[in-house]
């Protein structure tokens, strides 16, 4: 029988990984002093509810970024690093926070993305971004809120990485304890589960990762293809839960590569 709590947890499968993330810290803070006026932007009440924008050229279109952590633990902070791949692009590139689990469910965390995406456009009109033309993205647990943001009339399209598609897994491990999962969210919450928003899908995940989280990628891009949707699922070699990120921060990388195939 699969031993779900090791089988998805990522920290203690990718033994660098705190190395890795103060990288991620370093070069996120040298980033975003570049554009301290648009850090922290509120698009609510709590103390998570705040987007990063780093403004792209004119008329061109926004890429929305949401961190992973499942839900529970990491901070937007850490990720402005990642905007430097979109920006190479000239798009205007937006990074989420959200409240954490188990101080929201995930029904509320949801939501939460879904008024940023709203906020981050009206906040994008003053730098000319074109604000129906929106990518959003996500990696790991964000790549399960980016899917779930598909169905945003704004959106266009989106880049999911290492993502989530189904819950149920998650629900009966570790994971559980802070997310306290409900039929309902299992049910109306997984991407495998509810039906596909017809818009072209980029769902990438690292060969070196857990085998569970590329099985999830694969059968959902799978199930996708069959619906005829747009869909390129990619296996990127040699990176685990953390290095492929370095792919969508790197404008000549894997991941930066496939979100301009997404603009054409």
């Known amino acids: 029988m699969l031993d779900l709590d090791k089988a998805y947890n990522n920290t203690q499968a990718v033994t660098e990984s705190a190395e890795l993330l103060k990288g991620f ?7 975003a002093s570049r554009f301290s006026g648009t850090m922290d932007i509120s698009y609510g009440k709590g103390a998570r509810e705040k987007f990063d924008y780093f403004p792209g050229n004119p008329g ?8 992973g ?10 990720f402005r690093f990642l905007a430097k791949g979109p920006l ?10 959200y409240t ?34 929106v990518i959003v993205s996500g990696w790991s647990a964000g790549g399960h809120l980016a899917t779930m943001m598909l169905d945003e009339p704004s959106v266009t399209s989106a880049l999911a990485i290492s993502g989530i598609y189904d819950l149920e897994p998650i ?9 306290n999962l409900s039929p309902n969210e299992i049910l109306n919450l ?20 857990l085998s569970e989280l590329r099985r ?39 991941l930066c590569r496939m979100l301009a195939s997404l603009l054409k």
């Not at 061109?60 to 961190?67: E, L, R």
């Open 171 to 179: 629900s009966k491990c570790y994971l559980n304890q802070a997310l």
């Open 190 to 209: 997984s991407p495998m589960r509810i039906s596909n928003v017809p818009k072209p899908m980029v769902i990438a995940v690292g060969s070196e990762e």
């Open 69 to 78: 952590g499942y839900w529970q633990i990491r901070h937007k902070n850490t």
């Open 100 to 133: 954490l689990a188990p101080e929201a469910n995930l029904s509320e965390i949801v939501q939460e993305v879904r008024s940023a995406i709203r906020r981050i456009c009206e906040f994008a009109k003053d730098f000319l971004a074109d604000t129906e033309k």
């Open 216 to 254: 999830q990628s694969l059968e959902f891009a799978t199930r996708r293809a069959k619906e005829k949707i747009p869909v390129t699922f990619g296996l990127l070699e040699g990176c685990n839960h953390f290095t492929i990120l370095q792919e969508l921060e790197n404008p000549k990388g894997v």
């Open 88 to 97: 190479s692009l000239g798009l205007h590139v937006a990074s989420v926070g």
């Open 60 to 67: 061109a279109g926004i890429f929305v970024f949401i961190h």
């Open 25 to 31: 810290d370093v070069r996120s803070d040298t980033l």
